[in-house]
């Protein structure tokens, strides 16, 4: 494992990334209703990435046709953009990733479409929350394992729902994906120990049944295995002198102003 820390320098540069993506994202949100494609949704944040003089990471990156994963539903992850068309009462994970002068930013956010069920709605609330609990967690001294035994705690024991085993975060900088894994499950005060320059993408991905999931046809797009509902949501964060930073404060800009640590 080759762990790639950032100087206090590169973590402004994907600062900077991360501010090019919340603009896109919070451009997303505004234009999320029934009626909508997630083709449309692509085209859109690709035109509005590429206007700030940054390319969309996803686009082409192992062969992924779109600049946006669009996940609807019980789809978790890596949904590809197309002629998918929002309904009311549809939930919709949306994944970017920003490439800003070398420097990667990642994020996601599951969004209701019009008015959700009352299990949906708790998914969403609790997989969000599952995420802010990480975050403290990300402090140079703590392990590895202390991130993910933060999520599966609140979300499995607390909650009742489940963390997805098999797919996890990543550590990012000039890749997409990095040393180390991120699992969102764990033992406390196990695996890598966190230091000060390491810059991590943690992202919960819970269903409100089993954790086992499937891929499609497509070879891309993956679905919680019994086919119910599915949540995603991702910051990129920093471990820094003064704590956990996170460069992709989506939940500050739509104005839910947490406190991130």
């Avoid at 790639?4 to 999320?32: D, F, H, R």
């Avoid at 990471?57 to 002629?83: E, T």
């Avoid at 969403?124 to 140079?140: F, G, M």
Wanted: proline share 5%; net charge negative.
């Amino acid at each position: 494992m080759a762990i790639v820390k950032k100087s206090p320098e590169q973590i402004e540069q994907m600062a900077a990334a991360g501010e090019v993506l919340v603009k896109t994202m919070n451009l997303l949100a505004s234009k999320i209703r029934p009626g909508v494609t997630t083709l449309e949704l692509d085209q859109a944040a690709e035109r509005f990435i590429r206007s700030q003089g940054c390319e969309p990471a996803f686009k082409g990156y192992r062969g992924f046709p779109g600049s946006i994963c669009a996940s609807p539903n019980s789809m978790v992850v890596h949904g590809i953009p197309g002629s998918y068309t929002l309904e009311r009462g549809d939930i919709l994970s949306i994944d970017i990733g920003v490439v800003r002068q070398g420097w990667v930013a990642d994020a996601a956010r599951t969004f209701a479409v019009g008015p959700i069920s009352p299990i949906a709605q708790r998914l969403l609330t609790v997989t969000e929350e599952a995420l802010h609990r990480a975050v403290p967690q990300c402090v140079a001294g703590n392990h590895l394992g202390d991130i993910g035994h933060a999520i599966e705690r609140y979300v499995e024991h607390e909650q009742g729902f489940s963390v997805v085993r098999t797919l996890v975060g990543h550590g990012i900088g000039r890749d997409m994906h990095e040393d180390p894994q991120v699992p969102n499950y764990g033992k406390a005060r196990s695996g890598v120990l966190l230091e000060e320059g390491m810059v991590l993408a943690v992202e919960p991905m819970v269903t409100v049944g089993t954790r086992d999931v499937r891929l499609a046809a497509d070879q891309w797009s993956i679905f919680s295995a019994d086919g119910t509902l599915a949540a995603h949501f991702e910051f990129t964060i920093a471990i820094t002198g003064d704590g956990p930073r996170v460069l992709t404060p989506w939940h500050e800009a739509d104005g839910g102003g947490r406190v991130a640590a």
